[in-house]
């Protein structure tokens, strides 16, 4: 570890001018408290369209993760609707066997409609 | 997180993850990455984060003495803006497989830094329209090409602190304008102010390029995308014409026009100070830290209460669950 006047510095980030040596990083490092759950959260922007991910918060339960979801995400009509899910309850599939996973849709042409030819004087399709 | 596996696996994984970079397209949480690109990523958007979250205590400092209603709303706006960009942030490096509690431990106890630029007190009230207007402008200039940083929720939470940080340096602007058109007495506020943050402002783009080896690798990865000195240029560029907006001079006797470089030459910063600043002999770094310590330790009994009323909710749920059983 070098020492403060050693110290290599860089403009990481927004506000610029951090050390970017002698930083720890904490990984694989657990909080030595009982800490809140992290919550997923999902907005949608207006009617008609899905909710869509935004990022994640911790909060003590459902509620509070709602209230907090809306404090952090929604300060400017961001949002008509927020989901908090706790994160451990989501069942993703794995980025390793992504290919394997996903092979059964990749060999099949015919799912589009560009696989057809039509002759081109025919409307409407 | 990392587990150990055959040498050849992980340089297939490695491939993987060189290709992606090379095809500029995004990395993403529970993808393989070499363990550098994860630690560079976590010290830098921890210390984000950190800048995000200490950045609020020098405006913050004006919110009871802002001058009217309207400039207290919008000052404690800006101040909750930039807690949300702290938890955007946190959000981010969460999934690299940090905690958020431990982030903020290692903040209070300074194992972790913030950026320098919040190191230096706010003296005037027009040192708020100031640091909307340089510093959130210098501070627009390192995060819009973050937008285009190769992992993906880091990215994403730039482009949502991107669309709001336009909202910061414009307020600022226009209370400069405000006191610019005032008394004489104003107008002096303006150019002092601006006489105090025009350097630490260029400082915020960190060293020149040759005294910057790490930005190479986080070019490399597509992490930064423009050099300290491009970020700085720009930014000299677009301050010139605002300055002379309002009226006021920067400080610097060497800032004029190149012609030939189609860019304006500036003096020098001065590093000394700058190395001052970041090893923690800044003006206000103790006083930063020891609020933020504060703050953290003082809200403690409200965390735990809330975890108690839900551990109460929940044992409630539970027995009524029985009950109609």
Redesign the interface.
């Known amino acids: 570890m070098n020492t403060p006047d050693e110290e290599e510095v860089t403009a990481e980030g927004g506000h610029g001018a951090v050390p970017v040596t002698g930083v720890e990083t904490g990984q694989g490092e657990k909080p030595s408290r009982r800490t809140w759950p992290l919550y997923e959260v999902f907005v949608r922007g207006k009617r008609g369209l899905n909710h869509v991910h935004v990022g994640s918060l911790h909060a003590p339960d459902d509620e509070m993760a709602l209230h907090n979801a809306r404090d952090v995400y929604t300060r400017r009509n961001e949002g008509v609707s927020i989901w908090v899910v706790k994160a451990d309850d989501i069942t993703a599939s794995s980025p390793a066997e992504k290919d394997p996973f996903f092979d059964p849709s990749a060999d099949k042409v015919y799912r589009h409609p560009t696989f057809y030819r039509i002759p081109e004087e025919v409307p409407h399709l | ?1 990392s587990v150990a596996m055959p040498e050849t696996d992980e340089r297939v994984l490695e491939t993987g993850f060189d290709a992606t970079i090379a095809a500029d397209q995004r990395i ?1 949480p ?3 990455m070499p363990e550098g690109y ?2 560079t990523l ?7 984060a950190h ?2 979250i200490i ?1 609020m205590q020098p405006e913050g400092n004006w919110i009871l003495r802002a001058p009217s209603l309207r400039r207290k709303a919008i000052l404690l ?1 800006k101040v ?2 930039e807690a ?1 960009h702290g ?2 942030l946190y ?2 490096a ?10 903020t ?2 903040l209070i106890d300074s ?8 190191n230096y007190p706010t003296l005037s009230y027009a040192d708020i329209g100031v640091i909307g207007w340089l ?1 959130d402008g ?2 627009i200039c ?2 819009v090409p ?1 937008c285009r940083c190769s992992y993906g929720p880091y990215a ?3 482009i ?2 991107c669309k ?1 940080e336009s909202f910061h340096q414009r307020q600022g602007y226009e209370l400069l304008l405000a006191m610019a058109n005032g008394t004489d007495e104003q107008k002096r506020m303006v150019q002092e102010s601006t006489d105090r943050w025009w350097w630490p402002s260029l ?5 020149p390029d040759g005294d ?4 190479q690798q ?1 070019m490399a990865w597509n992490i ?1 995308r423009h050099t ?1 000195d491009e ?1 700085r240029q720009r930014f000299v560029d677009m301050s010139v014409p605002q300055a002379e907006a309002l009226g006021v001079t920067l400080p610097d006797p060497e800032l004029r026009w190149n012609d030939e470089r189609k860019a304006h030459d500036y003096g020098e910063p001065d590093w000394e100070e ?2 001052a600043v ?3 002999s800044g003006p206000a770094n103790a006083q930063r830290v020891a609020h933020r310590r504060r703050a953290h330790e003082g809200g403690a009994w409200v ?1 735990e209460a ?2 108690a ?2 551990d109460k ?2 044992a409630r749920k539970n027995e009524a669950r029985k009950a109609a059983a």
């Open positions: 997180m993403e529970r993808d393989w994860r630690k976590i010290r830098q958007i921890a210390q984000h800048s995000e950045g706006a909750q803006d949300g938890m955007y959000a981010a969460e999934t690299l497989g940090v905690d958020r509690e431990e982030l431990e290692k194992k972790q830094k913030y950026s320098s630029i919040f510093v210098a501070a390192n995060q973050l994403r939470a730039m949502r602190i709001e400082m915020m783009f960190g060293p910057s080896p790490n930005s986080s930064k300290n970020l700058f190395k970041v090893a923690g965390r809330a975890q009323y839900a909710q929940a």
